[in-house]
């Protein structure tokens, strides 16, 4: 009988342990998916027998973590015969540090396949990283896929070579692009932490950005956010597709679309900041005028899918942020008008509004000029009229304010 008493102890405590160790998984990094065209698109010849070794940064560290792989929009299983996760040495050379290095396995498993419109996570690897650490992600692909998945904006380099090099300090003849191919996120576990997605287009991809220098207003923030011991266990995901739209897809799905796979699906999003809406409002009339029903019409759409995100969000217990849409009076790629000027105001108008989001980051009154509100600040103008300076950028992280942002941890 006391063996028993002891057994049932053992087993409650043994119980008791396990639950406390049970990981606490949150999405460090995080790169929109989209399918690749034109000169986006990997040639054929670059992904087979090829090694494909992509630099990223992720947000926060932890004691463990795993990685996301993509085949979204491929149409077919993608095959990935060997893989690895390392600390990366030297980012422009996509040298590895050989004792941060480790292989990936997927159900035990060397080789995964994917289906096609899935994602696919590899088994936890046992390796710490400190936030802000630089991650070199290494794949083999056999044969290309028949779509790629991918995001173009990635503004890193990647590194493509033949042969199977996933473990190799250095590739050999590797050539570089600066474009991401079926990885989607990191994950890693960090008790207590939670994330932000910043859902977004090309002013949130990091237009303007050279690359390898991680000088994006997401990035910016995750810095800031790093530095406050409030905010530091809060990560920043980017997913931000340049030329998106909420209502229409442009470059890549529309925000609505994608918002389960963005927002939902990465693990421990506590906050979401939605800064999306410029380029609903520029395409209406880029290319002919439009009446004054479809200006009122335009208006009430993008309303109405703002709505439907912060219903979402708030379903799922995440915090909904809404950032007004900055001006763009001088863009001439999109030359608006009066009556384009109009229906910006109204839809920050209702983003400002008190309960329509949770919060407000009011990147128009941070951004705009105040002998022009219609046109950006000129030193933080990149020159186009549309998107920010690098200042701009820098900027942009500086107008959120960091109370908005108290980590708090999603189970």
Known sequence: MNGLLCLLAAWCLG????????PHWVASWATSQM????????PAEDLTDATIRQIVRVSIGGKRLRVRLSNAFGTTPLV????SVALSADNATARILPAGARALRFGGQAVVTIPAGADYLSDPVDLAIAPGADLAITLHLPLPPERQTGHPGARAHSHFAHGQQVMAEALAGAKIATRWYAIGGVEVDAPGAGALVILGDSITDGYGVQPNTNARWPDRLAARLRAHPATRNLAVLNAG????????????PNALARFEREVLAPPGVTHLLVIEGINDLGTLTRDAPA??????????EM?????QIVARARAHG???IGGTIMPDGASAYY???VANEADRAAVNAWIRAPGNFDAVVDFDAAMRDPKNPTRLRPELDSGDGLHPSIAGYQAMADAVPLALLATATKR
């Open 335 to 337: 030359h608006p008008d």
């Open 303 to 307: 309303i109405g899918v703002f709505e």
């Open 291 to 300: 009446t004054p029903d479809q200006h009122a019409a335009l208006v009430r």
């Open 241 to 252: 597709i340049g030329g998106n739209r909420l209502r229409l897809d442009g470059t890549g």
């Open 15 to 22: 119980g008791t342990a396990t639950a406390q160790e049970k």
């Open 80 to 83: 990935i015969d060997a893989a």
């Open 35 to 42: 399918v690749p065209t034109g000169e986006n698109a990997a």
């Open 318 to 320: 995440i915090k909904a």
